[in-house]
């Protein structure tokens, strides 16, 4: 089945008990056993249907043979960086989610995991930067507030000439969704998720994913998901299995209005520098083209006038939100340097506080551009 059908039915067959259309939510911590040892389900710590549910659909969606849900994005991305011991090391974007930054450097350098940062499209830095214990390179594509390209299948081949010592290429696919852009397919060994952002959909619920292909890495990442139990309830596995059904139409829509406002904010004359991968001037424009589908809902662009200016206009708009997260269908403005990324402040990855993030909804672009034309008369 292709993308938009699996959407819909992918670990969604009709409830076998009354034949519901809808998964139902197994609002349960325990299971009736038969016999001692036999139950398909036991603790719902372990497993719960509807969660197994969010992982098939997940899985097939990322064309991938496993999946596994989260509490939340930070979640999963914790239980991937436990399969790493004292003296390994992680290679990251240089423009990573600050959420991510801080368990790598707050939480994880602290047991004795290194973690470094470099640029990702750069494809020699990365070879240089590798070392004997590199464990994992951890890729987000598009990036976290700038919105650099990485080229999946090109660091893949890179990674793949150190034969045995080959480090897992993790890529944090959330700003795409599996609708733009599928890691696997392209060498990528696991993908993660915050699948409260396009996923979910709808800014209600707070989950996140793995995806992956090979046996061995699923069941220790199984094995973690139960011992560490960072689990979804069931009625947050519901919501991310309605938000699914529907994330091939709003992604769309999400590209769109993202690419109408991003030409218009190119032209604006307060607007210093706008960072979208559907723009000519992107310097991975080509590789967006080349491995996404289309270029996503998020738009990142800098005003004259430097952080006051960018609070200002955060702070006037009326249509846009402001807020942090992103991926819903309402529009969100923010100003990463002083919300989402405080956490890189006074790091070499601190961000310009002069620079604004858009997650640009599905609502009328017309009239998201007239609220953005509003807001940059400061």
Excluded at 246 to 255: A, F, G, P, Q
Excluded at 265 to 290: N, T
Aim: glycine share 8%; hydrophobic share 45%.
């Amino acid at each position: 089945m292709r993308f938009d059908t699996l959407a819909i039915h992918a670990g969604q067959p009709p409830d076998p008990a009354y034949g519901a259309v809808m998964t139902p939510i197994y609002q349960t911590s325990t299971y009736a056993q038969k016999r001692i040892g036999e139950a398909e389900y036991d603790y719902a710590r372990t497993a719960n249907p509807t969660r197994t549910a969010l992982q098939a659909c997940i899985a097939a969606l990322e064309g991938a043979k496993y999946g596994l849900a989260f509490a939340s994005g930070m979640a999963a991305i914790d239980c991937v960086l436990r399969l790493l011991k004292p003296g390994d090391h992680v290679l990251a974007s240089n423009d990573v989610y600050g959420g991510t930054y801080r368990i790598l450097k707050r939480v994880y350098e602290a047991v004795g995991v290194e973690a470094s940062f470099v640029e990702m499209s750069d494809l020699a830095a990365v070879e240089a930067a590798l070392r004997p214990t590199t464990r994992l390179v951890w890729v987000e594509t598009p990036t976290n507030p700038l919105l650099k390209i990485a080229d999946i299948a090109a660091l893949a081949d890179v990674l793949g000439r150190r034969g045995a010592a080959r480090p897992l290429l993790v890529v944090d696919n959330t700003f795409a969704s599996p609708y733009l852009q599928q890691p696997l397919a392209l060498g990528a060994d696991l993908v993660v998720h915050s699948a409260t952002k396009y996923l979910g959909g709808h800014s209600d619920v707070v989950n996140g994913l793995l995806a992956l292909n090979d046996g061995e890495l699923f069941a220790q990442l199984k094995f973690l998901q139960n011992a560490i139990g960072a689990v979804p309830a069931p009625l947050d596995c519901f919501l991310v299995l309605r938000g699914i059904k529907t994330l091939h139409v709003r992604m769309e829509r999400h590209c769109a209005n993202a690419q109408r406002i991003a030409e218009w904010l190119a032209a604006h004359p307060r607007v210093e520098r706008v960072l979208y991968p559907g723009l000519p001037s992107h310097p991975q424009h080509a590789i967006a083209c080349r491995q996404m589908r289309g270029f996503g809902g998020m738009i990142s662009f800098v005003v004259r006038g430097g952080a006051e200016a960018a609070r200002q206009v955060a702070e006037r708009t009326r249509v846009f939100t402001l807020a942090e997260s992103l991926g819903g269908v309402e529009s969100l403005i923010e100003v990463p340097a002083a919300m989402t990324h405080l956490s890189v402040a006074n790091s070499p990855l601190a961000v310009d506080p002069a620079l604004i993030r858009l997650s640009v909804g599905i609502e009328d672009v017309e009239d998201l551009i007239a609220d953005l034309d509003q807001a940059l008369r400061y």
